[in-house]
């Protein structure tokens, strides 16, 4: 297993346009999360599943942002009308649900907003 | 809620110095605690972590944190360190079944 995938690494959209971001966990995990990170700050949560189930969604997640895990392997995440203030690196990760267990981070998708 | 707090947002060294670089957490039940380590263009990656037991865990590459519950503090220490530690770390949280909660980072700069 080469560990968490993510495609796009980069993309650069303009303002309005919808983006859909992949992410390929390690196989055997269950779990999965997608986080954003903006420069100089700590990796934000927004969402994550266990298998096909999305457990939680941060509340500062808006509706224009939406995930999906269909058969609880891979996952997307698509953002609709996007706006300057996307612009960020959106992370992938994978882990199992067993108490105490790390997630395991992607290269990310670097989403520029122009 | 859960937070974290890392209290300084850069720390440059001279190569060879100790370091420390302080994270302090809040929550009201038991957590598990980690620290992942940025390098420059890469993903995170998993410095170490902290589940029960021994309050001092380490890491292969000289690195130990300290879990200390009455100051709610995990503090990332190195007694020297190397141009090569120059990178960002982050200190996390996870409550049982929860998620990883992230602080602010420390930019750890080593200069010759």
């Known amino acids: 297993d080469t560990g968490v995938s993510q495609n796009p690494r980069h993309k650069i959209t303009k303002r309005g346009q919808n983006v859909t971001f992949r992410c390929d966990p390690i196989?055997?995990?269950?779990?999965l999360y997608w986080y954003r990170q903006t420069l100089g700050q700590g990796p934000e949560f927004l969402t994550y599943?266990?298998?096909?189930?999305?457990?939680?969604k941060s509340r500062l997640l808006s509706d224009r942002f939406s995930a999906e895990r269909p058969k609880g392997s891979f996952s997307t995440l698509e953002i609709q009308r996007t706006e300057q203030g996307d612009s960020a690196m959106y992370l992938c990760?994978?882990?199992?649900?067993?108490?105490?267990?790390?997630?395991?981070f992607g290269q990310g998708t670097r989403l520029t907003v122009v | 809620a859960q937070s974290v707090t890392q209290l300084d947002s850069q720390v440059p060294v001279f190569e060879e110095a100790p370091v420390e670089l302080r994270c302090n957490y809040s929550?009201?039940?038991?957590?598990?605690l980690f620290w992942y380590v940025q390098y420059p263009n890469q993903g995170l990656q998993l410095l170490l972590k902290?589940?029960?037991?021994?309050?001092l865990v380490e890491s292969i590459n000289g690195f130990e944190a300290e879990f200390n519950k009455s100051q709610t503090s995990f503090h990332l220490r190195k007694p020297s360190v190397h141009i090569s530690d120059t990178a960002e770390y982050f200190c996390?949280?996870?409550?049982?079944?929860?998620?990883?909660?992230f602080g602010q980072g420390t930019e750890l700069s080593v200069k010759p």
């Open positions: 996390a949280v996870r409550r049982q079944g929860g998620k990883l909660i």
């Open positions: 990760a994978s882990g199992e649900a067993v108490d105490g267990t790390e997630a395991f």
């Open positions: 599943f266990q298998n096909e189930a999305q457990l939680e």
């Open positions: 196989s055997e995990h269950n779990r």
């Open positions: 902290y589940l029960s037991g021994s309050t």
């Open positions: 929550s009201s039940v038991s957590v598990y």
